[in-house]
């Protein structure tokens, strides 16, 4: 019985333990399923993601390498290609008040403090307007333009809420240097005054502005005119100074300086009077410098053939005027004296000989009665003498064309000046003069002004007036310098003021085969110990030349050669010696 | 049978299909994977360029103009070169040559397998880039050497690279440093000739000796000395020969 009752205790627990077997085993299973659908769709989806990823993906807004360099705005270089202005990602100070959390002080330190460190790391800061500025608490830049090194002083400041963004602007890595050529950008990405202004649809269209745009400019050559312009004007105290290189041939401007000038690189100080280009747009009378251009025109329309004819040299009545010379030359100059003498006389003379109609053209040949043709937007009108008949058009009067002559009565800018003594020079070819490169193959046709020969003629007077004459300061050695001096009084109200000059040295080198024209003016010189007590261009322009054109003829591929010049022998008989103005 | 064997043929097509399309697979995943490398790189090659022209930028503005201009007047104080600094052609070259001097000997001419060496001692027609006469000379030394030219090119290939070679020299700084050796500038300056003949004599004797050792510096040494001064006196030459000859043996 025991048995029994074991064995059917038994038999009843094996009937429910094989219920609970098969519902453990159901439930096991269940759950391996269940698990196993999790595997299978998350290997699932892995699979699909990998499939995905490995054939179809493209990477999220993939743009090509040329793109992702395109510069904002198209980088400007010299003719040699240095970088005169370039699109730059630089640090601006911003001053996020938000940086340490809503409400409580923006500053770790008081504003006072912060400003004064400011000021410490920029000295041109305002405080005041720093003050304001962090304590009314409003985003704002606090500078635009940072140099890395001052970033990591102001970061070393300790306040979260001065940071330094980068951004790209147009940054001028020369500085101030040819600042009147390039003009500068402003804040709203707009060019202004310079060739940032005239090339503007360029600099900006995403087909070009990946390629540098070269000017004909050579950053050397316009370092060192800049250089010896300013220091022309600090020696003479005058109250600007202007001056241009030129190729003679091609018309490319190589270098252009307008003193004072600006840093195009702060361009919220940038505009001001400063901007205005001397070179382009003032006009002034520039005195003696014309008087080689009335001789030229003279060779040319054969009036003059005999340099040896000598003309009386005594003041000049015409009419109510008198012409005088700034020294007496005594009785009677030929033409190479009353050029290497700057006679006004004579060359009054020589240009009533002319008469108006031949000198009138030859200006006008020159271009001499409309703007100056270069790309810059800022060009004077020249100061046209008016002629008689309808509206001024006729042919000028007798006084008005022996003023003319030397160079008073009309006004123009330099740069006028240089096109007309690069005709003079280059064999009587007048070229637009130009701010962008010029293939030497490619050279605009030009338009003739005076003939070959007369050229010739007008090199070898000029390098007279160097050897011999009122431009000896200006006489490299070995560079074979050629030029006219031009000192003429400022016109104010009641006349011609004594005191007030424009100095002007117009040269060309080398004289035996001229490749450079060098226009050198000085506004208002002051008669100072450095130029032994004179205004005049011979003491003050002409030492600039002298001083420039070695430095910058080695670097514009001009030799100097001892053993070379232009030959004067045949004219050199006919000078006396002597002192002009 | 049949059945079997159709079924053995497309079980073989989807396995070659599978085969294929995991093969497809593959390349797609390595052709990506590729790709996302050229991006990558991409990517850098912009940040580089982008750093290179930071620090290009950087470079420029710290070396302007202005910058320049005022180092040169507080530290270096360079000017331009003046006319005497410069030489037109070979004539001015030949100027500064010293005249040969009473019972000078000729100048010793020693052969040598090195070209370089030849090149330099043939001396061609003498012309500085700096002054832009190279063309007007070339010409000459090419009418010169017209009919040897046409007989042996590969002589006139050497003179004409020995012409430019000359160019070079005459512009460039470094060949002066190595010819040092010789010092012509220093028996130039300064020493009476009789100290100097001295000296020489030593020297040469000295280096007569070492040349017995080391006979293919002797060579070159000679040959050196014979162009450096080729006016010096009979007394102070002796050694000379010795040393020509210590050369002249290894020179084939």
Redesign the interface.
Known sequence: MNSLTASAAIATGRVQLANVRQNALVTARLRALWIMLLFVFLALTACVRIAQLGLFEQTPERTSLAEALLPSRGEITDRNGVALARAFASYSLWYNPKALGEGGAPLVKTPEEVARALVGIFPDADYADLVTRLKAGKPCYLRRRVLPEDANKVFALGEPALEFPREEQRFYPQGSLAAHVLGYVDEAGKGHVGMEQVLEPRLLDPAYRGTPTALSIDARAQGALEDELGRGMMETMAKGAAGVILDADSGEVIALASLPSFNPNRSDLAYNDLVFNRVSNQVYELGSTFKPITIASAIDAGVITDLAVRYPAHPLQVGKFTIHDSHNFGASLNVPEALIHSSNVVTAQVADKLGPVALKRTMEQLGMNERPTIELPARGFPLWPHGGGEGGKGDWARLTTMTVSYGHGIAVTPLHLASAYAALVNGGLWRPATLYKVDPAHLPPGRRVFQASTSARLRQLLRMIVADGTGRKADAPGFRVGGKTGSAEKPGSGGYRKTSLIATFAAAFPMDKPRYVVIVMLDEPQATQQTSGQRTAAWNAAPIVGRLVPRIGPMLGVVPDAHHDVDISDLSPLVGSGDGE | MMVSANRFRSIGWIALLLVCAAGV?VL??RV??L??QV?RT?QQ??AL??EK??L???V??RA???Q??LWNDVEFGYV?????Q?L?NERQLAAFAKPDGPDAPAPIRVASADDAVAAEAAFPSVLSD???AADIAAPVAASDEGEKAAARPADAAERASATANLGARLAMVTPLKKDGKDKPGKHKAGKSDKARDGDRKAGLAKSAKADAARPGKGAKLAAGKAEARPGKSAKSTKPAPKAAKGGSKTAP
Do not use: V
């Open positions: 697979m797609a995943f990506n994977a790709r996302s991006h991409e090659i912009i360029r982008k022209l930071y290009e930028t950087e420029e503005t302007n103009q202005q320049l201009k331009a070169p003046t006319a005497g410069y037109a700096l002054a832009g």
